[in-house]
Each structure stands twice: as C-alpha cells, then as structure tokens.
C-alpha cells in the first residue's frame, strides 16, 4: 500500500519560513520523481516544484528564487522548504510520487497571513 505522509504546515506571517517534509512507503522511492503541487481556495491544483529521480529540479514561475525542493532517497523523504512566504501562498500542500503511476498524500495546510 503506497502512502504519502506530509507534515509541516501551519500559519505563519508574511516574511517567514516554513518546512514541509513528505515520506513515502510502499514505493520505491528512487524510481518516482517528486513534486509539491497547492491548491488555494477556490482554485485549481497547481504544481509548484518538482525534483527527479535524477535530482534536477524545477519550479513554477511565482516561487522561484524563494522554495527549495529536495530529496532524500535513504530516508524516502521530499522536502520543500519555503521561504519568503507571501500571503498568496496559502492553501494546502499535497505531495505527489510519479512513474507510471501518480500518488497523492492527503495535504497539509498552509496559512501566510499576519
């Protein structure tokens, strides 16, 4: 049985940090590429970053410079630590494990708000 556990979320003020960490089982965690996808209220999934199973990594426009993804793969851990964080990145956080197959974890919710 494959799971995704994240945790790490919370509220915070505009200006902080916070560090999301999502370990896998059930897979091996080595084969899947990785990513870290929010969905605010209201609105659509998005991806926000992705490392491969090669540790390159990628992000989406409005987080770039300011969240860092990586990975370990002896502990089956994806870590997204955010930085800088504005008030337009709240909402839940959902780690993702991709092959040919894709897993979801159920989300942690995060809250940037003074």
């Known amino acids: 049985q494959v799971q995704l556990v994240e945790s790490g979320g919370g509220l915070v003020q505009p200006g902080g940090s916070l560090r999301l960490s999502c370990v896998a089982s059930?897979?091996?965690?080595?084969?899947?590429?990785m990513s870290w996808y929010r969905q605010a209220p209201g609105k659509q999934r998005e991806l926000v970053a992705t490392?491969?199973?090669?540790?390159?990594?990628d992000y989406a426009g409005p987080i770039k410079g300011r969240f860092t993804i990586s990975r370990d793969n002896a502990d089956n851990t994806v870590i997204l630590q955010m930085n800088s964080l504005k008030s337009e990145d709240t909402g839940v956080y959902y780690c993702n494990a991709h092959d040919l197959s894709y897993y979801w974890g159920q989300g942690t919710q995060v809250t940037v708000s003074s």
């Open positions: 059930g897979i091996t965690f080595s084969w899947y590429d």
């Open positions: 490392i491969s199973r090669a540790g390159t990594t």
